[in-house]
């Protein structure tokens, strides 16, 4: 059975760092693409991060320069390294992983999700 377990939320002040990690299992994850999203109340879920089976990595405009995505094929594992944080950056983070190689960065072409982890970030 395919689990994806999100770690690494909490609260912070604006300005400073965060790092999750998305713990894959029963999943050959090395062979598709993976991403972050996030869903802050009352929004809808927006892509934040994306990394293709290639390592090819791509972001959404609100994140880039202050956010990065990375894997660990060894250690089935899959981080989002968050500096500079923003009370806009307040939100339930889920990491997925997705159908195919490429890079994908709506939700419909994903697979399987994680159950998500909460980062707030204050002023």
């Known amino acids: 059975q395919v689990q994806l377990v999100e770690s690494g939320g909490g609260s912070v002040q604006a300005g400073g760092s965060l790092r999750l990690s998305c713990a894959v299992f029963g999943y050959t994850y090395s062979g598709v693409s993976m991403g972050w999203f996030r869903q802050a109340l009352g929004k809808e879920r927006e892509g934040v991060a994306f990394?293709?089976?290639?390592?090819?990595?791509s972001y959404a405009d609100s994140v880039k320069g202050r956010f990065t995505i990375s894997k660990d094929n060894a250690k089935h594992t899959l981080y989002l390294q968050m500096n500079s944080l923003k009370p806009e950056d307040t939100a339930m983070y889920y990491c997925?992983?997705?159908?195919?190689?490429?890079?994908?960065?709506?939700?419909?072409?994903?697979?399987?999700w994680g159950q998500g982890t909460q980062v707030i970030v204050s002023s």
């Open positions: 997925a992983a997705s159908y195919g190689w490429d890079i994908a960065s709506h939700p419909s072409e994903y697979a399987y």
């Open positions: 990394i293709a089976s290639d390592g090819t990595t």
